[in-house]
Structures are given as C-alpha cells and as structure tokens.
C-alpha cells in the first residue's frame, strides 16, 4: 500500500510540530545572539568566524542541552558550560559566575529579539487546518519560553501542548509524545511529528508509535554526533521533507479531508 492509500485508510488526524528550526528559525536568531556575544566576550575574532562559534554552539559536541532534556543538569548550568566551550575553542577569557550573567542578558536579549517564522509556517497550519487536522506543538525547551516564541513569531494560534518541564524530561522519552497526543486529543498512530533532528524528533516519535517526520532543510543541519542520513532515514521509516511546503503531500492530507471527530 502506498503512503497516500494509507492515509486514505486511516486519515491523519494531528500533526504535531517542533518550535525551533521547524515553525521557528531559531538558527537565525542565534546568529545574531552569537554575533552580539562574540563582539564583546570574543573580540579578537573577525567577524568571519562568527559561523564557526555558531556551528560549535548548535552541534553541542558534548551533549549539554540533551542532558538538560533529560532533566540531569539545570538550563544555566548547560547554557554556562556551552558558553565556555565557545570561549575555549576560540581563544577567549573562561566565565565566571558574574561574567556569565552579563554573557546570558546579551546573548539572550538578543536572542529573543530575533524570533521569527519560518516562510513556510503559516502556508502548512493554514493547509492543515483547512484539511481538518488538528495540530499543536511538542518541544524540548519551557512550555513558557516556547509560548512567548511563537507569540512572538506570529504562531500563538498553535498550542505549545508539552515541553520539557511538563514531566521534567523530554524528546526522544516516548511519554512525551503520548502526553501530546493525549492533549491533542488524537491517536498516536493517526498523528504525525514534524522535527529537525532526526534522532531525538522523527525517530523519536516512530518509535513512540506516531508519524515520524524529519524536516531536512538545506544549509541548516547542525553537524558534530547529529545523525542526519536521509537515506537511513527513510530505509527506518522516516518521512523526510525538504520544506513544511512538501508535508501535506508527504502525508497524504488533502483540503476534501473530513475533520477529524471534535
């Protein structure tokens, strides 16, 4: 049976999204965070390798943000540790305690000022929505944090269902995805999970028993232990989409679908 059969079968009834680097560009805004930051705490550095800090800062080698999901250290703890690593790798001054605070009020303010969607994000909801499906958000950051993001974006018409401090833990912990679900209101098997990282998102939410969805957009993979094979992916079971554009087809979800049951 082919994937759009399948969906005739069964219908899609959810669609879950992530925040960042899905409906979100939040590399772009950590572009701009890491651009603010180096100037002042890395003022040696010609502003060419600004894109190396941000590669170093979004492959996170050492996996500090994923033990932050897995709730083992807090979110300064982890956001200190990566900014020394940052100082480090580039030749700039250790932070202390004091310095890091300064460090996280411009890297953050700037951060937050540069929250923006994605050109393809409204296109997809509206499609969705107009198709009867249901869609809300799934994230590995604060519910809090990720509300003000999309508010911020123009996407406060999604709702942010589950983050990280929900149950204290996140992606790729399959309770996670059926806590969504469960919000969502929507079976697991009839939902589909849309991310950028391969692992944690679209493998995740397979082995979680939903959709697994790998948003592979070009230019933007982050490298350093991320896997990001497209042909793995899909011999595991993964859809891979190269734009939100490409996800109603991918899916099988047509305007003429009958809404789901409310």
Not at 156 to 179: I, M, Y
Not at 230 to 245: F, N
Request: aromatic residues 8%; glycine residues 10%.
């Amino acid at each position: 049976m082919t994937d759009a059969a399948a969906s005739a079968a069964a219908p899609l009834e959810g669609v879950l999204f992530d925040v960042d680097d899905t409906l979100v560009d939040t590399r772009a805004a950590f572009a701009e965070a890491i651009a603010a930051a180096s100037r002042v705490w890395l003022p040696h550095l010609p502003e060419e390798r600004y894109d190396d800090v941000l590669a170093l800062w979004r492959a996170d080698p050492n996996g500090h943000y994923r033990a932050y999901t897995r709730g083992e250290v807090d979110f300064d703890a982890q956001r200190m540790a990566r900014a020394n690593e940052l100082q480090a790798a580039f030749g700039g001054e250790l932070l202390d305690d004091a310095a890091y605070v300064d460090w996280k009020d411009l890297f953050w303010g700037t951060f937050e000022a540069s929250w923006t969607a994605f050109a393809d994000s409204r296109g997809v909801l509206d499609a969705l929505a107009g198709a009867g499906v249901r869609v809300g958000s799934l994230t590995n950051a604060r519910v809090e944090l990720q509300t003000r993001k999309l508010a911020a974006a123009g996407l406060a018409d999604v709702p942010l269902l589950v983050g990280v401090d929900t149950l204290g833990f996140g992606k790729p912990d399959p309770r996670v995805f059926a806590e969504a679900c469960r919000r969502l209101g929507t079976d697991p098997a009839r939902t589909a999970y849309v991310g950028d990282e391969l692992d944690v998102d679209a493998r995740g939410a397979l082995a979680a028993g939903l959709v697994g969805v790998w948003l592979d957009r070009p230019g933007t993979r982050r490298g350093g232990p991320h896997p990001e094979d497209p042909a793995s992916a899909r011999a595991s079971g993964v859809h891979v989409v190269h734009g939100l554009d490409d996800l109603p087809a991918t899916l099988g979800v047509a305007a003429a679908q009958t809404p789901a049951p409310r």
